[in-house]
């Protein structure tokens, strides 16, 4: 019979071309792979299975990655498209993977997590909610939304936030405006964004420039 995964790891934004949190989600991965069966869904910008073949990386991991359609240069209405995509196939691969738990990250934030939200109570999975940014107050400060969509918004992901097994962000402040915005009563622990170690930094040749 078709196994369930014990964990499916979630994130737009991966390994080999986002380095920080992207190595960061790999090599949890690899560690809880070990013992356990473990998948990682995310977009594909740069072939990451030559990437992981090439590094002799995530051996034990079953990857799905979706395409990506966007970049940085892209138009908003590519963009839109390409969030659509992307959430039509995390559904997907939820669905055949069967998962015991989900990470998933606000990356993207809103849509996929209250997706996650509801699948889960559906097939009966626990999930952990990281909460990297706070949505949509991050995007209301760059972009005014429509009052509406805004309390709209803020709804969807306090049911988020509400059903997940643990929360996770990172600074006090943050996990006080969670509490606030959405009554959780759920565990938040706080865990500070990874970091790049450069171990060759004195060999750096720096320029007096901006």
């Given amino acids: 019979m078709f196994k369930r995964y014990d964990l499916v790891i979630i994130n737009r934004s991966f390994w080999p071309v986002y380095p920080v949190i992207g190595e960061a989600l790999l090599r949890l991965g690899e560690k809880i792979s070990y013992s356990k069966k473990v998948a990682v869904v995310m977009q594909n910008h740069d072939n990451i299975r030559n990437h992981l073949n090439k590094n002799k990386r995530g051996s034990n991991i079953k990857f799905f990655p979706g395409k990506a359609f966007s970049n940085s240069s892209s138009s908003l209405i ?16 939820i669905l055949i993977t069967r998962p015991k738990n989900i990470y ?67 600074n006090e ?19 500070e964004n990874p970091s790049i170690i450069l171990n060759s930094i004195k060999d750096i040749k720096k320029k007096r420039e901006f």
Avoid: G
């Fill in 173 to 191: 402040e943050m996990k006080e405006i969670i509490i606030n915005r959405s009554n959780a009563t759920n565990k938040i622990s706080i865990i």
């Fill in 104 to 170: 998933i990250s606000t990356d993207p934030p809103l849509i996929v997590p209250f997706i996650v939200a509801v699948l889960s109570k559906i097939m009966n999975i626990k999930y952990t909610y990281h909460l990297q940014d706070i949505h949509p107050e991050a995007t209301n400060t760059i972009k005014k939304l429509n009052l509406n969509l805004l309390k709209f918004l803020k709804k969807i992901d306090n049911f988020s936030i509400r059903n997940a097994n643990s929360l996770i962000t990172l």
């Fill in 78 to 93: 590519i963009r839109i498209l390409d969030a659509i995509f992307f959430t039509f196939w995390i559904i997907y691969c």
